[in-house]
């Protein structure tokens, strides 16, 4: 088995002019992780796109188990995990993966009594830059994340929003093209997480990293990132781009009446439309089988005499989507008995 | 290129990465940074060793010059018994200060203890408990890496207690010694004495990195350290007399290390009469035990456990 594979990492340094995005950033083929008894990671055969790629799923799903295989901290039961054009199966692939990847924790994880430069600074000399690359890159870093002043002053005093961000500026230190971000908001109030959001959503879109957002907070992953990937008891479920998975479905509309929405209701439920009422009026019907398009609900109108303002497609939110994907499979393990 | 929220412009790194950067030797001076931050434990912990270094070096100085005066009352002597005198009186004079440099020595090794347990304890006990190991290993950073590390950043506190010391009151002792006679002709016991003072720094070294990869709390390695240490101390000397057997005392870390010291230094300490070999198993079994600990923990670290 070869550690390594031709194709290098989008984006990165070495073939920064490179301007061939589309290469899968991971590659995972049947990979499998189990300590004893306990299968973390059931066959996952999936491949991240390059670009912001968040990572959905409850707690015990396997993130962290991915994570650690993605960065080579551990071996696969089974498959094959490929990473930036590198499988981490010896020493110098794994060493070589983190030096093109930069990792957030979740955790705290900073020590205290030192200020923040003594930390990038220190960890930028760790992944090997020298020691006047690392100074002025750690200053680089933490001026891109708006750590000021605070920079020279011991970690103790800081806030979680500042800790958050010089934990960014110390994954982004050696200016990695992949970068795996654990819970990069936890724990922030709502103007530290617009700060962080906007950060993400930066190097994301505009600095073309590479980045695997893991995050509890939906609508956190929906403003940055394109694709999405959930994973439930060590399985993906469900993976695509956002966009698609959010998309607008024909069956489910918003109609909005003028008066009589009531009326409406009645006579669609007794044609078997599923309906309900929101709380601002407007009515949300879904189309029964058979029934195609909207032009009927225009001939229940009329026949009710209610004047229709507009109808809509609805478009579902990726909690739904979430939500809906967690729900089937549990009905699934269910029905199969796993 | 910039985001709706923040002002500064994200910018690429165009050097390169180092090849074989000393990763280790960073990872020490780091810890070493943090520690001279702390003033005040330094200077309660330190206070003691240097004065006892001080003091010892005037000692040593004293020695040599206290003699002076008798060279020049041997003026009138034949020049063979005059060359004899002199050298007689210069066996003695180093004698004295190696004397005066066992002691010193013996009397810092507590201290040392105190102070690689102070500094050490919490190396790898705080990462873990602040999660701080995910950022290194993150990193292209091996666990022996890690480790060395570590080891460097307590070695660095214990040779500052003993290692330092020692080398002080030598070169004052060479500087005051006539012709440099203690460098020229006990430069083997110079020798012997950092072989000692850095394999006492080694070896505690590495215990208490273990012990503090065991838990999550400073204190509580701290508390292990000095349980472990003289439990066995007061333990093995209680067995030792209840029994009357001397190898009860062979369970104690300072007693093997004191079997050491004699063996290089040709001594004989009371109850300590088994041979060396004995005590290089012990303390190299204890050694063994240590790494291995060491390496399981830090495994345990690297994936995130």
Known sequence: MTSTLPDPLPGHASDADSPDRGEPIVRLQGLRKSFGSVHALRGLDMELPPGPVGLLGPNGAGKTTLIGLLLGLLEPTEGTAVVAGLQPTNRAARIEIRKRVGYMPESDCLLPGMTAVEIVSSLAKLTGLNRQDAITRAHEVLDYVELDEARYRALDGYSTGMKQRLKLAQALVHDPDFLLLDEPTNGLDPAGRRHMLSLVEDLGRNQ???????????PDVERTCD????????????????????????????????????????????????????????????????????????????GEGVNISSIDPVRSTLEEVFLKAVDDSEKKAEATGA | MKATTHTEVYRRFDGELRKRPLRSVTLAWSGIRIGFKKKLPMLLLFIIPAIFTIVTGFMVQLKFEAESGTLTNMAGMEPSAQTMA?????????????????????????????????????????????????????????????????????????????????????????????EWSFLTERWDTILKLELYAVLWVFFHGILVLAISSLTDRRNRALGGLFILYFLTLAGSNAMAELMSGQGWRLLSIPNNFQRIFDGLFDQSSPGIGWNLEASLWVLGLLTFASAAILSRQTRKLEVGA
Request: aromatic share 6%; glycine share 8%; proline share 2%.
């Open chain 2, 86 to 178: 002199m050298g007689a009186m210069l066996s003695s004079q180093l004698g004295q200060v190696e004397v005066l440099i066992f002691q010193l020595l013996t009397n810092m090794q507590f201290f040392v203890v105190l102070i690689m347990g102070w500094y050490g304890s919490g190396l790898i006990a705080e990462d873990r408990k602040l999660r701080a190991h995910l950022l290194y290993f993150a990193r292209p950073m091996s666990r022996l890496t890690y480790t060395a590390g570590k080891l460097l950043t307590v070695m660095f506190w214990g040779s500052l207690a003993v290692v330092a010391p020692v080398t002080i009151v030598c070169s004052v002792a060479s500087l005051a010694s006539p």
């Open chain 1, 208 to 218: 073309n990293k590479n980045i695997l957002l893991c995050s509890h907070l939906l």
């Open chain 1, 227 to 302: 694709n999405v990937v959930v994973l439930v008891k060590g399985q993906a479920i469900l993976q695509g781009s956002i966009a698609e998975l959010t998309a607008a479905e024909s069956r489910r509309l918003r109609v909005e009446v003028e008066d009589g929405a009531g009326r409406l209701q009645a006579a669609l439920e007794a044609a078997t439309y599923a309906t309900s009422l929101n709380e601002d009026g407007a009515l949300m019907v879904t189309l029964p089988h058979g029934v195609e398009d909207a032009d009927a609900l225009c001939g229940f109108a009329a």
